[in-house]
């Protein structure tokens, strides 16, 4: 099936970033590539920067150093919000959902970039804003047959087992139609059954919607089975990039994964 | 020209009641599904164009009459449609389970000599094309969802839309082939083809003629007074044939609609909206429900549960008088009444059966206390017997003799007789099969000459003219000192209990009787988590000696009632064990539709039955289990043995 896929050019470019906290360094001169219609994997062992490396690509946090290249264009500094209409969506290692609303109305809130009119209006729910909500009540309900977690629609997320939280969640961000999409350890803490879903449903993702993914994962089996490129860090510095069967085989991989002594 | 009319006009087949309704009541809804959370409806005058279209559509494929098509998914308008196109054709539609896995579809796919196959959706594809190679017969495969379709290339595969397609440029070629073709058809004629699930060896083909169908369809419409305002949910597999008689057959005779759930998950969500007026489902689902309603009181506020149970109180002293019109004294009446506002109405409500009139179990037998619970709330919940060789109906309980130890009296046109020799039921009726397909041996041994039924089971009529099942014939067994052992009765009674899903009993020339029990997930969770015991999984739950504690409990009670009944109170069990996994379909130990397969049981588990007639009480143990997606793995555990309580029957009556 892989030969029907076309992965395009670079669409994220991340420029020799740097970032620090105070006396800490997360991340040190890290520049990675991500191209349209593929899915990488940026693994390491804990503490190397992945997360951070996510924060810094959808504005959460600003790196000192460095550049990002988004859809062509080029920025030092981002904000969250400017991210998300850029087309950047992500979901978290920790569930953050609202808990005391619906799958279904968690999922709607991801499409509120996508809405034209004001609260004002949504809360009248007349004409327009009425028709507008029915539009995109319709690509939720999408979603929702796509994720099949139609049984769940009306029930509260905080009521649902974890590996259904992060399903919603992985739905609430594909509401908003991304180019790039951000999974933060999308299968931690769940079971077998449940991984093989999320794996299905994010290859799914990627193969329908043609969406570029961007993964942090710590199972190894599920990264080299589902990346088409990864990025390797350690210490928030990248030792490894390429296909998944190279860094597989690479030395400095392998010594960062078992722990030999660093100077 | 007219004799296609008065061929057309004698409503002996389905595609021929088919344009009946789309002349009649064109705007009636016939089928309804739930996509992307909204009932969308297909009226009769819809159902009989895209009938039309494809069948003009595989008829293009070049269709012959009596080609057999497999229909393999879950209950779905299009796969209804798709039968009633077949049909239309003159072919054979063989509905499959649709939970197969792809060995077992294989076998089907190729004794049923399969041209076409029409599935749901791509994992339904892919089982399919999987054991292609290995049904010489199968050229095309159709397929409903498009969904994760877009990458196959294979030639044969087409979309049920594309087929339509081609099916309104072949009508527009061949204006009158629709019709002609529904005009050859006669009732004599083999309509549909359903395998029987089998507790032994293969499945079979039991070949139904439309006038079997349809005659049965019709006289049960008749006896339970079905018309076309009626409303039933279809989520029971569509190769079962109580799904093909009461979502199918005699929704095509009365004219009522037919719903189908937006996904197996949403089955009782679909139910709550769409409010049925008839239910069917076995006692297993009945269960289920009764087990999550308790499971959410036990977790309400106080002054609800105290409401909750003294109204089901009520309810269990007044509700089944009143549902079959005998005299309840005033007060009664009134305290029903106000439980119906407070409890018995909401609760019917939640339960999606706000609007039902009759609900039906079958094949199994039905917990008292379960049976009790739906008929006390006002549900008119029956029992029913039948075999897919009788088109399903061989008894039903009339609406006001309604006893949970009998399955009724026989349906319009069916007889009765017991064998004096094995006590094994016997029935005729208009229903009774033409055959097994390919397979004359088996068909000589159940069907006799003049067209009486072997059942394979035990029973006797009592003297209101009512059926008893005991269990099945060449089951029953007996102990070494010459009790009868009756294993289907005794694991009912265990399985009456909420905590226990399965059990299968040990006996036959043994001394005493011992059981295998699977605990019940869902009620034994709840219960590890109201106190706090921490589980991994079944095997971790299920070995623990909490649970095997609530177990004992549990058969050491049923022990107690065997023993009031002198002829059963040899049969208590005396030694169980909880086995390590559920028994599956998956693994060959249950049959699709749930029962117990004894022989593979009885083999795969041999060193488990020896140790429960030793006195060992623990033993290692190492399983094999098929996963869903086939690949097969070892379970390693060990096992621990409990004895129970036997109780003589002295001892109870003092």
Known sequence: ?263 | MTDRQDSLSSLDTFPKLLLDHGINRPNRVALREKDLGIWLTWDWSQVVENVRSLACGLASFGFEREDKVAIVGDNRPELYMAMMAIQSLGGIPVPVYQDSVAEEMQYVLEHAEVKFAIVENQEQADKVLSVQDRCPNLTSIIYNDPRGMRHYRQSDLFAYKEVQARGHQFDKNNPDYFLDEIAKGKGADVGVMLYTSGTTGRPKGVMLSYDNVIITCRNANARERFRDTDDVLAYLPMAWVGDHAISYGQALCAGYSVSCPESSDTVMIDLRELGPTSFFAPPRIFENILTNVMVRMEDAAPIKRKIFAYFMGVAKKSGTKLLESKPVPLLDRIMYSIGKILVFGPLRDTLGFSNIRIAYTGGEAIGPELFEFYRSIGVNLKQLYGQTEATVYVTIQPDDEVNVETVGTPVPDCEIKIDEATKEVLYRSPGVFVGYYKNEEATRETKTEDGWVHTGDAGYIDDDGHVRIIDRAKDVGKLNDGTMFAPKFLENKLKFHANIREAVTFGDGKDYVTAFINIDLDSMGNWAERNNLNYGSYVDLANRDEVYAIIKGNIEESNRSLAADPSLAGSQVKRFLILHKMLDADDGELTRTGKIRRKIVFERYDDLIEALYSDKDLIPIEAKVTFENGKEGVIKAELKIRDTEVYSSVQKAS
């Open chain 1, 1 to 263: 099936m892989t030969e029907t896929r076309n992965i395009g050019d670079t669409l994220l470019k991340v420029d020799n970033i740097s970032l620090s906290f105070g006396g800490v360094k997360a991340i040190t001169g890290v520049s990675l590539e991500i191209r349209e219609r593929e899915i990488c994997a940026i693994i390491g062992p804990n503490g190397a920067g992945k997360t951070s490396m996510l924060n810094v690509i959808n504005g959460f946090y600003h790196p000192q150093e460095g550049t990002i290249t988004f859809g062509g264009e080029v920025r030092r500094k981002m904000r969250p919000h400017l991210a998300a209409q850029g087309g950047i969506a992500r979901t978290f290692q920790n569930v953050a959902l609202f808990t005391g609303m619906s799958t279904l109305d968690n999922i709607m809130t991801g499409r509120n970039l996508k809405m034209k009119r004001n609260f004002l209006w949504q809360a009248i729910n007349i004409g327009p804003a009425r028709k507008e909500e029915l539009e995109h009540r319709e690509f939720v309900e999408r979603i929702i047959d796509f994720l099949e977690i139609e049984a769940i629609r009306k029930t509260p997320v905080g009521r649902l087992p974890y590996g259904l939280q992060k399903r919603v969640e992985l739905g609430r961000a594909l509401a908003a139609e991304p180019k790039l999409l951000l999974l933060d350890e999308p299968m931690a803490g769940m079971n077998v059954e449940e991984k093989e879903d999320m794996c299905r449903f994010i290859l799914d993702t990627n193969d329908e919607f043609g969406t570029t993914i961007g993964l942090i994962e710590h199972d190894m089996g599920v990264v080299m089975d589902l990346s088409d490129h990864v990025v390797v860090l350690d210490h928030g510095e990248k030792i490894a990039d390429g296909v998944p069967d190279v860094v597989r085989a690479d030395q400095n991989v392998i010594d960062a994964y078992l722990g030999v002594a660093h100077e």
